[in-house]
């Protein structure tokens, strides 16, 4: 980036309100010209200006029904006992010319939708007559007055009326209406065009290769944000990302300003030595906002370049799309005549005490689980803003006052969801991460399963948020439980396939030159293997690499068969999956427990029918026993 020393660095000093910062991006001009368009590519687009009715529609008087056209006077008094006959002189059908007229005394068949024929000023229904045997007479069975069955020219709308406003959207009835009406091309609002470029030299398009000990990660803000924006209204243009030097980005951002209403960056806004948007925006253009008092999203920058409108967001996927999502959709949705949605919100009690720091309004991202009466219970879903599957763990946000830094247990809270057809889950499983149960779970419609480990799903229950435990290990949890289903698998050493090292179990990695990766402390397989090692003479101290932990069930393998670690922790099913070597230490069961009181719930309910096939879901992972 050319070398900016840490005195350059710029600093959030007087960061703007949330509403401050409404009201700035707010200002910012993102509306395109109106443009016009063929009828048939209306859809979804909002009208730029009124549009009147230059015809009548109908633009004749036309029959409303099958039937015969008469005088109405010609019907007075007819009934069933005692009919009037009229003699049928011709017949009109729907888009011709009438070439016959109704003079007294006289009737015309007549289709739906056909012009009335002269002279004629009512139309019988067909079902209110009889035709004479000789077929050139028909008995009126009824009467009917003047106008009955006749839609009068211009009744449905009268030329130089007015047919729709600005502002209204195009869905099918409008498209309709306007097809009546002849027009054939439609002036409506411009979708703003905004580009999107994510930044950072660590970025990679998905389907690209990953070089990981140079940390690269794949792009994932550009395609979430140009899903949003389209969600919004907007129309996205991604660029490609921009590494983190200034002339690089200082092109880039000059060529989406030259080219769209709105760009959006995300990363690169924060205050460090590295970033450097805002010197771009401030010598290139006009920076109004650095900063925002808001929990995730403080790093946000506003300004202008050249005449497109520009707003940074933060780098961290969850950060962007809360500060999108708050703060700019608005903007597009205003700019492409879209209404706002309806904001949909729920009642809900906190599960946990949630303590946080003042001085920011924070959004919480949460996720929801219906008890056993139906209410709703709360959650912080917090894996940092890092975090992809916050993205899709979170149903809604709890907004926090700058002021507040505390939540009961119990509290009632808000939470405003991200749409409304967000639902909660059928049924909220926690606990041990195990390929079997994930399998299962496929069964189930709306499930949610949180693989946090044994010891998580345990204390999870004490607070009374899962519907589901799944467990492993020797562990049990403190409160009653009921048991869905069972089964083992088997679990041991991980190694380079052909066991390079020869190792034969616990006993060949104390005090050994082999780097070792184990799973986290609330993993149930842990624990397993801690007691196994209890067993043994050596203790956890005397592995390399005991303390190196990582999460999920196949993290240790992929570690070993990338060379980072000679032996991990797992499941022989992990190893077969990955062509590596596998050395056997026991069996261990896993356990799927109800929250008894969450039981009758229809998702456990659909849960345990899906788990009484276990023993077919297991058949292909070696290692699994049902």
């Known amino acids: 980036m050319g070398g900016v020393a840490v005195t350059d660095r710029k600093e959030f000093r007087d960061l703007a309100s949330p509403a401050e910062a409404h009201d700035v991006v707010a200002s910012l001009d993102v509306a395109p010209e109106p443009e016009t368009v063929p009828l048939e590519e209306c859809r979804g687009r909002v009208l730029a ?36 006959v009229l003699p049928l002189t011709g017949v009109v059908h729907a888009g011709e010319e009438p070439a016959v007229d109704v003079s007294e005394g006289e009737c015309v068949e007549i289709s739906t939708g056909a012009v009335m024929p002269d002279g004629a ?27 009955d069955s006749v839609m009068a020219a211009g009744a449905d709308v009268a030329a130089g009326e007015r047919a729709l406003g600005p502002g209204t959207e195009l869905t099918p009835r409008e498209i309709g209406l306007l097809s009546a009406l002849g027009v054939d091309a439609v002036p409506v609002k411009g979708i703003p065009t905004v580009g999107v470029i994510s930044t950072g030299d660590e970025l990679v398009r998905p389907g690209g290769d990953l070089d990981h000990r140079a940390g690269q990660i794949h792009d994932v803000n550009s395609y979430a944000i140009a899903a949003a924006i389209e969600e919004a209204g907007g129309e996205t243009v991604l660029y490609p990302h921009a590494g983190d030097d200034y002339e690089e980005m200082e092109r880039q951002l000059r060529a989406a300003a030259d080219e769209c209403d709105l760009v959006l960056t995300s990363g690169s806004t924060s205050a460090s030595a590295v970033d450097i948007v805002y010197r771009v925006v401030e010598e290139r253009g006009e920076l109004l906002l650095h900063g925002v008092a808001i929990k995730p999203g403080k790093p946000m920058l506003v300004g202008r370049l050249a005449d497109a409108a520009y707003v940074g967001l933060p780098g961290y996927p969850v950060s962007a799309l809360t500060i999108f999502r708050t703060f700019v959709a608005p903007a597009i949705r205003d700019a492409a005549g879209k209404p706002e949605p309806e904001r949909a919100t729920v009642e809900g009690r906190m599960a946990t005490d949630e303590r946080y720091g003042r001085g920011r309004t924070r959004l919480v991202p949460v996720g929801l689980v219906a008890d056993e009466t139906g209410d709703l219970v709360v959650y912080p879903v917090d894996k940092g803003s890092g975090a992809t599957t916050s993205l899709v ?25 991200f749409s409304p057809d967000v639902r909660p889950p059928s049924v909220l499983c926690i606990g041990e991460d195990d390929p079997a149960f994930a ?12 693989a946090e480990g044994t010891r998580s799903g345990f204390r999870r229950l004490r607070d ?46 104390l005090d050994a030159d082999l780097t070792f990766v184990n799973r986290t402390t609330a993993s149930g397989l842990r624990a397993t ?52 070597g596998f050395v056997p230490l026991g069996e261990e069961r896993v356990r799927v427990l109800a929250n008894p009181e969450r039981v009758a719930k229809a998702g456990v309910g659909e849960l345990e029918r899906a788990l009484d096939g276990i023993a077919g879901v297991v058949t292909d992972l070696p290692g699994y026993d049902a």
């Not at 067909?126 to 003047?146: C, L």
């Not at 399998?439 to 949180?450: E, K």
């Not at 048991?483 to 179990?505: C, F, H, K, Q, Y």
């Open 49 to 84: 200006e009124r549009v009147d009715a230059a015809i009548d529609v109908p633009g004749f008087d036309r029959a409303s029904m099958d039937g015969y056209a008469v005088r109405a006077r010609d019907t007075f008094g007819a009934s069933e006992r005692d009919p009037v």
């Open 121 to 147: 000023d009512a139309v019988v229904p067909v079902e209110r007559t009889a035709e004479r045997e000789e077929g050139d007479a028909i008995a009126f069975e009824a009467a009917v007055a003047p106008g």
């Open 393 to 417: 763990e979170a149903d809604g946000v709890v907004e926090m006052d700058a002021d507040t830094d505390y939540f009961a247990a119990g509290a009632s809270v808000t939470v405003e969801l």
């Open 439 to 450: 399998r299962a779970l496929d069964g189930v419609r709306n499930p949610r399963y949180l």
């Open 464 to 509: 009374g948020l899962p519907d589901v435990v799944v467990a492993s290990g020797p562990g049990a949890p403190s409160e009653e439980t009921t048991t869905l289903a069972s089964w083992t698998r088997e679990w041991g050493l991980v190694v380079p396939e052909g066991n390079p090292d020869g190792i034969e179990g616990l006993d060949d990695l």
């Open 529 to 580: 293997l801690d007691a196994a090692l209890d067993e043994t003479d050596g203790g956890s101290e005397r592995i390399r690499g005991y303390e190196r932990t990582v999460r999920a069930h196949e993290s240790p393998a992929r570690r070993v068969r990338a060379g980072d670690a000679d032996v991990g922790l797992g499941l022989r099913a992990s190893a077969a999956k990955l062509d590596l």
